[in-house]
């Protein structure tokens, strides 16, 4: 009889042997995919509203399987590395401080859809903007693993929904493997959209979970979908009580022109000495004993701006009032006079 069948048997038990062994074992390579702009404003969305799961795949075109590593129920995700893209240095910030630099993409990616928002231009034009998060991992852990963010810009023409501009590395943010997405859609005076996050941190934790609650403030330039404003510690939220400190922050305008964008923002709230893990970025232009001379408690509202160009941001010194009540019941108003920079 011929040797064959039992030679072939063989090789056969060995090669099931090693694909046993790499599934288990080792990484299973993900889809190398890369991002052509052209190509990607060729493609059809659709005509109803944007599918999110369709989306994703058609810009981020590598879908997991069943063997794929990292499979969770907890987000449909593209699994993708992409070999032509240039790697590009990313800071991660703890409250007001660079913690560390990580460089985008990862050579192993997980990215799934997180927000789809709908606007109308002036002109009452259908536009919708997506926002994407990737990470390392796809188990939606990690308090301060944080998430790139991607922007899709689309636009309704003809009945169907055509890509404008994408931007797959907007920047680094957000926890819990997630980037926060944009949830707010804010205009100047011509028209123009810039895109706002009122999040970055604490992804899935309320302020009842986490105590105290910050999150930051992004803008994103409508047409070329890059950050142009992130404003740590914006809000503080804290049980919905005042116990301690909390504040908010809300951009109040936006001016574009050929030269840059000015985006003024205005922060109110309460401090309580006390508490005073942290404060608004606004505050820290206080001087230490113009900031000790003010009572235990007061409130306060701060008024800034900040200008971008294409060499640089600048910004002005904030405007700050501070409201307080004394023992007799006296309400006091004063303006305090802040320095050119922050007071550490």
Not at 71 to 93: G, N
Request: proline residues 5%; contains cysteine.
């Amino acid at each position: 009889m011929s040797k064959l069948p039992a030679v072939m048997f063989l090789l056969s038990s060995a090669f099931c042997s090693l694909m046993s062994f790499s599934q288990e074992d080792g990484p299973i390579p993900p889809i190398n995919i890369s991002f052509d702009p052209d190509k990607l404003k060729q493609l059809d969305f659709g005509t109803d509203s944007l599918n999110a799961d369709k989306v994703l795949f058609l810009l981020f075109p590598a879908p997991m399987n069943e063997d794929d590593p990292e499979l969770s129920e907890w987000k449909t995700a593209s699994y993708w590395s992409c070999s032509s893209c240039e790697k590009k240095e990313f800071r991660v910030f703890e409250d007001d401080e660079e913690n560390e630099k990580e460089m985008i993409p990862y050579d192993r990616n997980y990215t799934s859809g997180t927000n789809i928002a709908y606007y109308q231009t002036k002109d009452n034009i259908s536009r919708a903007v997506a926002s994407f998060s990737t990470s390392e991992v796809n188990d939606g852990t990690g308090r301060f693993t944080r998430g790139v963010l991607s922007v899709a810009h689309f636009e309704k023409q003809n009945g169907s929904w055509k890509l404008l501009n994408f931007n797959p590395f907007v920047n680094l943010q957000g926890s819990f493997t997630l980037a926060s997405p944009i949830d707010e859609v804010s205009y100047d005076k011509t028209g123009k959209a810039y895109f706002v996050i009122h999040g970055g941190e604490a992804n899935g934790v309320s302020p009842e979970e986490y105590w105290p609650l910050y999150q930051g403030l992004y803008v994103i330039d409508g047409e070329t979908l890059t950050e142009i404003l992130h404003l740590q510690g914006a809000s503080c939220k804290e049980n919905n009580e005042p116990v301690g400190s909390l504040w908010d922050t809300e951009i109040t305008k936006i001016e574009s022109s050929l030269f840059g964008t000015n985006v003024e923002i205005k922060t109110t709230g309460l401090i309580v000495k006390e508490y005073n893990w942290y404060l608004p970025k606004a505050l820290q232009f206080i001087s230490k004993p113009d900031f000790e001379a003010l009572p235990s408690r007061f409130n306060f509202t701060a008024n800034q701006s900040f200008y971008y160009t294409v060499t640089g941001r600048r910004f002005e010194k904030p405007e700050i009032t501070i409201r307080y009540t004394d023992s007799k019941g006296t309400v006091h108003e004063q303006i305090i006079i802040t320095q050119n920079t922050r007071v550490k």
